[in-house]
């Protein structure tokens, strides 16, 4: 297993380089070009600048999160050919500095969704979290309505000056249904899985976080079937999945242990999180400690350990502690700790693997 550290830029990040290269056993930073919107060709010399900032840390840049994909690509428009060609010269150009991995996501409109940034926990520190009612069975054009009513009403994603967009964005998704989705994305793997095969990079499709559909709008890398016929749409060991403990775990019938078990060989990249899930569906981000949540993060690093992964890891969303100001579920902290003890799940794996194979006749 292969530590990285999500790092959002310079300029652009509460987290420096040289205090994530103190975290034990961290050797890449999980990075992106934050200021290039989605469709757009990443530019060569912001690509090299990156490179040369890690270099400097001692620390690769071996995985990309994420080369976020355009629209247009998930709605199926014509326009979608210009921006597939330039995602591919964006693979190609991030093999030509090493990249062996690039995540993305193909979620309609919004990526991971939360209602509250900074909910308070027992011990005073703040989380994300969702509360369900505030999403589902909500129709968006009523909250729309409702927003431009009243400011003082809003949410993470749902920011006054977006509204127009969102609003055009629930438009065009109207009559797209999940199986529209599943061609459009057949048809972006079809292209791009070529193209990353002959550069060596690996991708690996984040799930919906959560995994269920909001608001409407379709959503279908959310569970064990689906990530199966996912990586069936093209047989690849280029076409993988990026498997988040922490997304996937919002559905407490997701066995994350069982997909890292039928996946090994089609899981380049692990976010390993965890999360506690109430009865009536909300859930907030917890430390990653197995008894804080409901997702059994030692189960998973042990099944990471045993199917021998030598792929990428990185902790996910951590809380806010000690009054640290961050970036929402990403400060220094708890994402440290986080790496802390999953060392600890990993190292304490190896000695039992060591101590079982030497009583073995
Ligand atoms: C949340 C992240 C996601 C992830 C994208 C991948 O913090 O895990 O935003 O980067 O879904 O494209």
């Known amino acids: 297993m292969q530590m990285g550290f999500r790092w959002f830029g310079e300029g652009n990040d509460t987290v420096t380089l040289d205090q994530i290269r103190q975290i034990p056993g961290v050797t890449g930073i999980v990075w992106a070009l934050h200021d290039v919107p989605a469709g757009e060709e990443w530019p060569m010399d912001k690509i090299e600048a990156v490179r040369d900032q890690a270099a400097r840390a001692g620390l690769n840049i071996d995985v990309v999160e994420s080369v976020n994909v355009h629209e247009d ?50 011990d005073g520190s703040t989380a994300l979290f969702y509360e369900k009612s505030k999403i589902e069975d909500i129709d968006p054009f009523e909250l729309v309505r409702r927003i431009n009513e009243n400011s003082a009403l809003t949410m993470p994603g749902w920011e006054p000056e977006r509204l127009a967009h969102l609003t055009a964005l629930f438009e065009a998704y109207q009559g797209v249904t999940q199986e529209h989705l599943w061609d459009n994305l057949r048809y972006f793997l079809s292209e791009i899985v070529p193209v990353a095969e002959r550069c060596g990079i690996k991708m690996a499709i984040h799930p919906d976080d959560p995994p269920w559909p909001v608001f409407g709008l379709p959503r279908i890398i959310t569970s064990q079937a689906n990530l199966r016929r996912f990586l069936k749409l093209y047989d690849s060991p280029y076409n993988g999945i990026t498997l988040c403990s922490g997304s996937l775990g919002a559905n407490p019938d997701n066995d994350i242990v069982a997909m890292i078990h039928e996946f090994a060989d089609r899981i380049p990249f692990a976010h390993i999180r965890n999360v506690r899930v109430y009865e009536n569906g909300d859930f907030i981000e917890t430390s990653h400690r197995t008894q804080d949540g409901t997702v059994d993060i030692a189960g998973i690093v042990q099944a990471y350990h045993d199917i021998g992964f030598t792929g990428y ?22 994402r440290a700790l986080g790496i802390m003890y999953l060392w600890g799940l990993w190292d304490g794996a190896e000695r039992r693997a060591a101590r079982e194979r030497k009583v073995a006749p």
Not at 88 to 102: F, H, P, S
Not at 325 to 334: A, S, V
């Open 313 to 334: 890891a990185r902790p996910d969303h951590g809380r806010h502690l000690w009054g640290e100001q961050c970036r929402p579920g990403y400060g220094l902290y708890d």
């Open 73 to 122: 690509i998930k709605l199926g428009r014509p326009s979608r050919d210009g921006y597939i060609a330039n995602y591919k010269r964006t693979i190609e150009k991030l093999a030509q500095v090493g990249v062996k991995v690039i995540c993305y996501n193909f979620m309609p409109v919004f990526d991971w969704l939360r209602t509250d940034l900074r909910k308070e926990l027992e």
